[in-house]
């Protein structure tokens, strides 16, 4: 969606026009204050403004707004939010500021602070249109839809002209039923302005719930015609042929977005609702399984709604396990050691890795330990998949994951060997997300475990070109939110980078396969084990960090018999370069 892009241009039109304090300050102020600046010289310009200390009051406040504005646009957001409270001490009065940092608030997902901002804003200004639309929107993600349209028809009433309010109106008033409201509201804002395609998408979204599927494709093509490609018409498209039974062009568009975005929720979540109605129920769990597992905190609606689809009916399609008497949980791992790159330097460790935890596991009885090295995308993807459909029969799926990994716009990628990433926007389609992986241990029915030693200087970094709307994390991943029931354990936490070690395998690897065959340690304390070997091992250099943890009502045991198997010779693990 375009939401972002509106916002920003909102927030930037709060920025005061700043007193010229000299000629090279001058030329900063303008830099700083010109929305039509490289986005990084504008930043520059206002940094130097802040830094010069001359400036003060109003004019300093909008430096740092502007400063914000394009930590934002660069995804920095907690780094824009201190920015614009800054802005806001300085000029407590300057609603624009307000309703920009509520909306860096909102996408973050922490709806409590945006609406005090909003409702702050407001108070300040009650003619002021912006704050309502935004709220609306919290209110609409919430479900809340009559709060949502009361929001919408204020910032209507205020701004009559605001394309936005009339085409979020109109989604909203589409949940509650109202078609007629509906189609009416983006017939307005379609009278605003013709030329964004929410309007329209909106309006095909609003004939499929209401049956009339011809139209709703007719209106999918109009917004295609105005954004091709478009992956939210597309999918709503699908939709739309799926309800005239036309399985086939619904699958021809579902791959399309599929091809561009692998790891588009909704469209695997609609995937899925093809292959149950053609009884492939096997390919449906799997498609929903990879749109069920979130590590995000914010969704746009469309998108939690897919997610919330997906998780009913990959619950409601769980394959029946035979009973019959008690017998040893089975257990699987899936052990991938990624170092031959084509396109960056070569790691020489995780193969290596990978080799000492699969060992590890045989020794330790998993029934089934698959090693796969040198993954590129397309063949990384389909081993996901097999291993996603064997994870269904198992109680433990365990995945160690080593080799290049970064953040892309907040999206946590496990990097193929053939990826090229010219371009950051190319992660999505040339990487894997780590919800992927996430999702391929889903099926499991006890414990599922993903350990990624793959928290690496980012290779792509000095060639990448990087597009305003995003911000590559060069170190490591960010931090994530697993769903209940999954464990997922960085070799290093979020913005530290792993090392190699001066021996053949990395310390997390040493630490891991030394401490998984310990007897009766429980896996949650076993990796608080394993953090504090790598901290020792790397002398205080490197931490291992883990996220969620498996189901409480049971404990998990690598090893449970008094004597532990045979322990291989220890390697020297002392830290020397990074990968």
């Known amino acids: 969606m375009l939401r972002a892009l509106v916002l920003s241009i909102v927030a930037l039109c709060s920025i005061a026009v700043a007193a010229i304090a000299g000629p090279e300050l001058g030329d900063d102020l303008a830099t700083c204050r010109d929305r039509q600046s490289e986005l990084q010289a504008r930043m520059d310009a206002c940094d130097r403004i802040i830094a010069d200390g001359t400036v003060t009051g109003k004019d300093l406040a909008s430096a740092y707004a502007s400063r914000a504005n394009g930590l934002s646009a660069k995804r920095q957001q907690d780094k824009a939010i201190e920015a614009y409270s800054k802005a806001i001490e300085l000029d407590p009065d300057n609603v624009g500021h307000l309703n920009a ?41 919430k479900g809340a839809f009559q709060s949502a349209l009361d929001d919408f028809n204020a910032a209507i009433r205020l701004k009559p002209d605001l394309y936005y309010a009339h085409a979020w109106r109109g989604r909203a008033l589409a949940m509650t039923k109202d078609f007629d409201g509906a189609l009416a509201e983006f017939a307005a804002a379609e009278k605003i302005n013709p030329q964004p395609a929410q309007a329209a998408v909106y309006r095909c979204v609003a004939y499929v719930d209401m049956g009339k599927f011809d139209d709703a494709i007719s209106s ?28 086939d062009a619904a699958l021809k568009d579902l791959t399309t977005v599929l091809g561009l975005l692998p790891n588009h929720v909704r469209a695997h979540m609609d995937r899925g609702r093809l292959f149950e109605k053609r009884g492939n129920l096997e390919q449906a769990r799997a498609d929903y399984r990879s749109a069920a597992y979130a590590l995000t905190r914010f969704d746009e609606i469309d998108v939690a709604m897919a997610r919330k689809i997906a998780q009913e009916r990959l619950a409601a399609l769980v394959p029946q396990v035979a009973g019959g008497t008690a017998q040893a949980a089975r257990r699987i791992a899936l052990v991938i050691g990624n170092g031959a790159y084509r396109n960056v330097h070569a790691l020489d460790n995780p193969p290596r890795d990978s080799k000492l935890i699969a060992a590890s596991l045989k020794d330790l009885g998993f029934q089934s330990v698959t090693v796969a090295n040198d993954l590129t995308r397309d063949k990384f993807f389909e081993t996901l998949r097999t291993f996603a459909s064997e994870a ?4 433990w799926a365990v995945i160690y994951y080593a080799g290049h990994g970064f953040e892309i716009g907040g999206v946590n990628y496990l990097v193929p060997v053939d990826a090229k990433l010219a371009v950051d926007t190319d992660a999505e389609k040339e990487a894997v997300a780590l919800e992927q992986a996430i999702a391929s241990v889903g099926g499991a029915r006890k414990l599922r475990l993903l350990m990624l030693d793959a928290c690496r200087d980012n290779p792509f970094a000095a060639t990448m070109k990087h597009t305003i709307a995003l911000k590559l ?11 209940a029931g999954f464990m997922v354990v960085y070799a290093a936490k979020h913005g530290e980078t792993a090392l190699d070690g001066e021996g053949a395998d990395s310390p997390f690897a040493i630490a891991v396969a030394r401490d998984i065959k310990e007897p009766r340690v429980e896996v949650r304390k076993l990796f608080d084990i394993v953090r504090d070997d790598v901290w020792e091992a790397t002398k205080h250099a490197q931490q291992p960090f883990t996220y969620g943890s498996p189901p409480g009502r049971e404990d998990f045991y690598f090893v449970t018999a008094s004597a532990a198997p045979a322990q291989p010779p220890t390697p020297q693990n002392a830290p020397a370069k990074r990968k």
Do not use: H
């Open 101 to 141: 940092r509520g909306w860096i608030y909102e996408i973050t997902g922490k709806d409590d602070q945006a609406i005090a901002d909003y409702n702050l804003a407001m108070q300040k200004r009650p003619n002021y249109p912006f704050p309502y639309l935004n709220r609306g929107s919290v209110y609409m993600r």
């Open 220 to 247: 999918c093509n109009d917004a295609l015609s105005k954004a091709p490609n478009y992956a939210y018409a597309l999918c709503s498209r699908a939709e739309a042929y799926m309800g005239k039974g036309n399985l």
């Open 392 to 395: 269904e029969s198992s109680d």
């Open 473 to 483: 994390v060069d170190k490591g991943f960010s931090d994530i939110e697993p769903s």
